[in-house]
T-cell receptor
């Protein structure tokens, strides 16, 4: 079974700073997807970024980028030039490529951006 | 285009009562999922469906039942509600294995007292 661990329950940074959220996972699969989801106070689950394990290049979406270390089973999220609207819970998630698209989530990191 | 719609948004149940959480999607997605999110935790999969008439258990299926009679609808039934089922429930859908993004509903906050 796959497990996802987020070791930082809470983080807080000042607006415009850069922040990195950590995620590690355990799997015996060789091909899979990794995701970061954002959950603001509205409860909506919003996909921030995804990474295919077979791609060596780290994914980037505007101010969001990942550092994917497959051998170390590490998948961190970097938010550059943080904004007040980035305040939310962030969940790391894993999904096998084969079969139904069942997401396995970490416990989440509560990120607060202070003005 | 409404996406994934869950009803109700909030509900309080008494121990032993039953209820059905409704989920509907209008994107013609094959795959649908039910997750629960306990306070301070990530989401855990309850049940999922890969198409009409096909359902399967996820990580935490005990105390729940599902059905998938149409592509659009995937209701979650709670029988004999217990305080341990107090949680936020999310329904999600995705097109197929080639389309890896899942779309989530707004969630249903359920409290069992």
């Amino acid at each position: 079974a796959q497990t996802v661990t987020q070791s930082q329950p809470e983080m807080s940074v000042q607006e415009a700073e850069t922040v990195t959220l950590s995620c590690t996972y355990d799997t015996s699969e060789s091909n899979y997807y990794l995701f970061w989801y954002k959950q603001p106070p509205s409860r909506q689950m919003i996909l921030v970024i995804r990474q295919e394990a077979y791609k060596q290049q780290n994914a980037t979406e505007n101010r969001f980028s990942v550092n994917f270390q497959k051998a170390a089973k590490s998948f961190s999220l970097k938010i550059s030039d943080s904004q007040l609207g980035d305040t939310a819970m962030y969940f790391c998630a894993f999904m096998k490529i084969q079969g139904a698209q069942k997401l396995v989530f970490g416990q989440g990191t509560r990120l607060t951006i202070n003005p | 285009n409404a996406g994934v719609t869950q009803t109700p948004k909030f509900r309080i149940l008494k121990i032993g009562q039953s209820m059905t959480l409704q989920c509907a999607q209008d994107m013609n997605h094959n795959y649908m999922y039910w997750y629960r999110q306990d306070p301070g935790m990530g989401l855990k999969l309850i049940y999922y469906s890969v198409g009409a008439g096909i359902t399967d258990k996820g990580e935490v299926p005990n105390g729940y039942n599902v059905s998938r009679s149409t592509t659009e609808d995937f209701p979650l039934r709670l029988e004999l509600a217990a305080p341990s089922q107090t949680s936020v429930y999310f329904c999600a859908s995705s097109l197929n294995t080639a389309a890896i993004e899942a779309f989530f509903g707004q969630g249903t906050r359920l409290t069992v007292v």
